[in-house]
């Protein structure tokens, strides 16, 4: 069965037709509207739309970058969208004539890093997303864990500097204002607008709404000894928080993906130097592997589309996401039975 995943971050909607190994078919990507829930929503619908216009699926999985309650139905909060105890699966439901389910954008990643990509065979594996924030997931024993209200893993919101910079989660110091697409982008503006001469090429790198993280990272993979610093800088932090993930959740293996995983050994080097400095027990104990994500900015899609499917096939426990469209279905086919009888 082929299902459909889409991804929903901070500045763009990606979705993509999914077979049952995991490979992309088709795909789709435009702009996240931030300006209001029901925009996101007729960006999901429209996406949606173009695929199933060349595709049969049997079913949609949304990976949104908020909290999802554990019910996998309601957005509770999301600090990069305009999302606020969002009814998004029950929204859809009446716009798209399928099963739907939504989970955390980063929940969808790592499944799809356990189902296909570099966690395969783990049995308690971290995923760490790097954009323009941070997500997390944990996968224990082949199952997202999700926690008591369906929002674990939020690593990106550990405070790692009190009164630190601010975040738009409404706190201050969030490790993702340290290690994210965002700090990369920040820092890269402040030397920038510092006028120091090691600044010029990313100066002349910035566009008119000012410097990308991707205009960094390529000035970094070509040479540029400032962009190098800076992705070493934003390295050095993600494997301080790993350390301190490693001390709560003592993990086989960690996946790193994202859009900022793209800077590669850059990034990496840097982390796993920091993480082999803090980690609590150095010495002492196994190290937890450290690998970059294999499908990078596909893996929320592809996991998202094969919780879908699996959702299809899970018992009626786990089956109460799809028991309304399910009855809505099962009611229309004994009315047709009846009618076609009495005809």
Not at 219 to 241: F, I, K, M, S
Request: hydrophobic share 45%.
């Amino acid at each position: 069965m082929l299902s459909i995943g889409v991804d929903i971050g901070g500045t763009k909607v990606a979705a993509g037709v999914v077979t049952r190994s995991g490979e992309v078919l088709e795909r789709v990507t435009v702009p996240s509207p931030t300006s209001s829930p029901g925009s996101v929503e007729d960006a999901i619908v429209d996406v949606v739309g173009q695929l199933r216009s060349t595709y049969a699926v049997g079913a949609v999985g949304i990976g949104a970058a908020g909290w999802v309650d554990s019910e996998q139905a309601l957005v509770r909060f999301s600090p990069h969208l305009a999302w606020r105890n969002e009814p998004l699966r029950d929204s859809l439901r009446g716009r798209i004539d399928l099963p739907v389910i939504v989970d955390n954008d980063a929940n969808a990643a790592a499944w799809a890093e356990y189902r296909f990509g570099a966690g395969r065979g783990a049995r308690v594996m971290v995923c760490i997303t790097l954009g323009t924030g941070i997500g997390g997931a944990l996968v224990v024993d082949g199952r997202v864990f999700r926690g008591t209200y369906g929002m674990a893993g939020e690593w990106g919101h550990m405070t790692v500097v009190p009164d630190g910079e601010r975040c738009a989660c409404g706190n201050r110091g969030c490790w993702e204002q340290y290690a994210s697409g965002n700090a990369l982008v920040r820092e890269a503006n402040s030397l920038i607008s510092s006028g120091a001469p090691q600044a010029m090429a990313l100066a002349g790198a910035a566009g008119p709404d000012g410097i990308t993280g991707p205009d960094v990272t390529a000035l970094a993979l070509a040479g540029d000894r400032p962009a190098v610093e800076l992705l070493a800088d934003v390295g050095a932090w993600l494997g301080r928080g790993m350390a301190n993930l490693a001390a709560a959740l003592d993990p086989e293996l960690f996946v790193v993906g994202g859009g900022v995983s793209e800077a590669g050994g850059l990034l990496l080097k840097p982390a796993i130097d920091a993480y082999g400095r803090s980690l609590t027990g150095r010495g002492y104990r196994p190290v937890a592997r450290i690998a970059l994500a294999h499908f990078r900015n596909d893996a929320g899609l592809i996991g998202a589309a094969d919780l879908a499917r699996h959702a299809m096939s899970e018992p009626p426990g786990l089956m109460s996401v799809f028991w309304p469209w399910k009855r809505t279905k099962v009611r229309a086919a004994i009315r047709r039975r009846l009618r076609d009888t009495v005809e």
